[in-house]
């Protein structure tokens, strides 16, 4: 069964604090992707990336940096967090010849 | 730019009756695919159906369906007979042909199914 994980369903952190979100694939997908869930506002895609290392802006990346160092896993970082950072994070994957793309549990993170 | 916009922020249905759920889109690239998505109350996300903008028969995935008509940049995900288990939150999506392109989603519209 292909996955996707990642690391922590639910998080709770203090303002200030560096977060790390980890995901990792198990499909060898090329492509990987961090969103940002919001009531009302559906998924914003925040960085995403298209080989080991290399790595595109999203449409809502203040605040947040990403880290490919291999090609299974995909790091979101939030460098000192906000409350409006409070959210749902999805992470998700896609390969070249495939369509859709497959999504992680998600991770709740709350920012106190 | 890519736009998706999905109007109904929430619908209710009768059991084993069929329900339309709005998406209309905007984008300039000739080439794209449209997708749906499942978000059941635990959170993960379903794929539902796909549609290519070049297929010239609409989508269908058992009782899902895909109501393509690229003139009106809409298309409308159909579930017919529907069932308590497709009580969830649908999400329409779209991106430009290939893996390395993002998908853009629309606001989501809640579906709850009624007895």
């Known amino acids: 069964d292909v996955k996707v994980t990642q690391s922590s369903r639910y998080l709770v952190k203090r303002t200030g604090e560096k977060v790390f979100l980890e995901c990792v694939q198990d499909m060898d997908h090329e492509n990987m992707f961090w969103y940002r869930q919001d009531p009302g506002l559906g998924l914003r895609l925040i960085y995403f990336?298209?080989?080991?290392?290399?790595?595109e802006k999203g449409d809502i990346p203040e605040g947040y940096s990403v880290s490919r160092e291999k090609k299974e896993r995909f790091s979101l970082i939030l460098e000192s967090a906000s409350t409006n950072q409070t959210s749902m994070y999805l992470c998700?994957?896609?390969?070249?010849?495939?369509?859709?793309?497959?999504f992680g549990e998600g991770s709740r993170l709350t920012v106190l | 730019a890519q736009k998706i916009t999905q109007t109904q922020p929430g619908m209710f249905v009768q059991e084993k009756e069929a329900v339309t759920l709005d998406c209309t889109y905007d984008?300039?690239?000739?080439?794209?695919?449209l997708f749906w998505y499942k978000q059941p109350s635990s959170g993960e996300m379903i794929f539902l159906i796909y549609?290519?903008?070049?297929?010239?028969q609409n989508a269908t995935e058992g009782r899902y369906s895909l109501n393509f008509q690229k003139a009106r940049k809409s298309a409308n995900l159909v579930i017919s007979a529907s069932q308590l288990g497709d009580s969830a939150m649908y999400f329409c999506a779209m991106g430009k042909v290939g893996g390395g392109n993002k998908l853009t989603f629309g606001t989501g519209t809640q579906l709850k199914v009624e007895l």
């Open positions: 984008t300039s690239d000739p080439s794209y695919g």
């Open positions: 998700a994957s896609r390969g070249i010849s495939t369509g859709e793309l497959f």
């Open positions: 549609q290519g903008s070049y297929d010239q």
């Open positions: 990336s298209y080989d080991v290392k290399m790595k």
